[in-house]
């Protein structure tokens, strides 16, 4: 694991302080010497061949929306090779749960709604997330409406694309993968909208899935769509990310509340550490400046 730096990873991007880890490496705030700005720099950790695949496929990815949270720049220096994104503040979905238990059923909604689009904009590019989770979903700071970016692209793939598992591994979290994905199926854009049906209940109620356990949908306005959402048939779910979003805006959902408050959960950036040199040079030259002034004196009496 790389170690703050003044020193620029791969010439790009200089670490300040460690905010996350992953399946393939860690996260950390940096500076990015090219835009200036601070952005998260997503580390790959010790990996072969496939996990090094993974990473530079998600680099690769550009999807361009306000809820999807993908990549903007890399760079490699050896075996260290990191990539750029938006620097998010608020945390995730999994820790605003943690802290807050079931969410009123209209912010739960929002967040749904944002979710969707998501999945809208990333499934229109020929992709499938396959690992939509709580811990994925990253949150900026907001006493208000949530913002909600759909984020860590290591395990998606291109509908089309060679698919990096073999034999019988299943790519994604336990509670959160649709019937025919735990059984091996290939990528179906489908199988997103389960885990994000999984997800709403999950908002709603408080508790995560149970693996192994169909999820129980809570009653309330979005009990139907939910229902759709983690059908065991996938032919019998929403077609599409577009489609399951049109259903939900039509729900008239209650004015509830209070809502909760996401904070800021990085705070301001870390100062750079200071050099002693100048300290050391200021303290000797009063030292010549006493001694000359003792000089002086002397010689003028």
């Known amino acids: 694991m790389p170690a703050p730096a003044t020193t620029p990873l791969a010439g790009r991007y200089v670490l300040l302080d460690q905010v996350g880890s992953g399946g393939m490496g860690s996260v950390w705030r940096a500076r990015d010497l090219r835009s200036g700005t601070l952005v998260a720099a997503k580390v790959l950790g010790a990996h072969d061949s496939a996990t090094l695949l993974r990473f530079v496929r998600e680099q690769s990815l550009r999807i ?12 490699a220096d050896d075996h260290r090779v990191v990539f750029g994104m938006d620097l998010v503040h608020g945390g995730s ?19 749904l709604d944002q979710l969707l689009q998501a999945l809208a904009a990333v499934h229109a590019a020929g992709v499938v997330h396959r690992d939509v989770k709580p811990a994925n979903l990253l949150l900026e700071p907001s006493d208000g409406p949530p913002f909600l970016r759909l984020g860590d692209f290591g395990v998606a793939v291109p509908v089309e694309d060679v698919r990096l598992t073999r034999g019988p591994a299943v ?4 509670g959160y993968l649709a019937p025919e994905q735990e059984a091996g199926a ?19 109620t408080g508790r995560p899935p149970r693996p192994g356990r169909a999820p129980m949908v809570p009653d309330g306005p979005l009990r139907p769509l939910l229902e759709a959402l983690v059908d065991l048939d996938p032919e019998l779910r929403p077609p599409t990310a577009a489609a399951a979003l049109e259903r ?3 729900i008239e959902v209650p004015d ?5 408050v996401v904070p800021d959960r990085l705070g301001d950036p870390p100062r750079p550490a200071t050099a002693r040199w100048p300290t050391v040079v200021t303290a000797a030259s009063l030292v010549v400046i006493a001694a000359c002034a003792a000089a002086c004196w002397l010689m003028l009496r």
């Open 93 to 111: 979905l999994d820790e605003l749960l943690q802290e807050t238990g079931p969410l009123p059923t209209s912010y739960a909604a929002l967040l």
């Open 171 to 174: 790519v994604g979290t336990d």
């Open 248 to 250: 939900l805006r039509r």
């Open 186 to 204: 290939g990528p179906d854009p489908r199988q997103d909208l389960y885990a994000a049906g999984v997800v709403a209940i999950q908002l709603l």
């Open 256 to 260: 509830d509340g209070p809502w909760p």
């Open 64 to 75: 361009r929306h306000p809820h999807v949270l993908t990549p903007s720049g890399w760079a």
